[in-house]
Nanobody, 115 residues
Framework: QVQLVESGGGLVQAGGSLRLSCAAS????????MGWHRQAPGKQRELVAQ???????NYADSVKGRFTISGERAKGTVYLQMNSLKPEDTAVYYC?????????WGQGTQVTVSS
């Protein structure tokens, strides 16, 4: 059984930075893809950034140029560096990963950006 554990959320002023971390534990932690989704109150969960096979990376248009995803899929780790944060980035951020065994989600970490 694979578990994803996130850390690094918190409260920050607009224009500030935060770094989210996610690590997989258990058996079979090598992943084909890892990424971050977020869900704001009253909104659907959306993809923020993802890193996949071949080290391909994609970002939501709303975070391009401000957020950077990194990590080692083979070790089950992924990070999200968030700069120039805006109040509209406020949400619960979820780590997500998938391999041949299944799809996994973390418990979520709150990011709150004050204006």
């Amino acid at each position: 059984q694979v578990q994803l554990v996130e850390s690094g959320g918190g409260l920050v002023q607009a224009g500030g930075s935060l770094r989210l971390s996610c690590a997989a534990s258990g058996s079979g932690i090598s992943m084909n893809a890892m990424g971050w989704h977020r869900q704001a109150p009253g909104k659907q969960r959306e993809l923020v950034a993802q890193i996949a096979i071949g080290d391909s990376r994609n970002y939501a248009d709303s975070v391009k140029g401000r957020f950077t995803i990194s990590g080692e899929r083979a070790k089950g780790t992924v990070y999200l560096q968030m700069n120039s944060l805006k109040p509209e980035d406020t949400a619960v951020y979820y780590c997500n990963a998938r391999n041949w065994r299944g799809v996994y989600w973390g418990q979520g970490t709150q990011v709150t950006v004050s204006s």
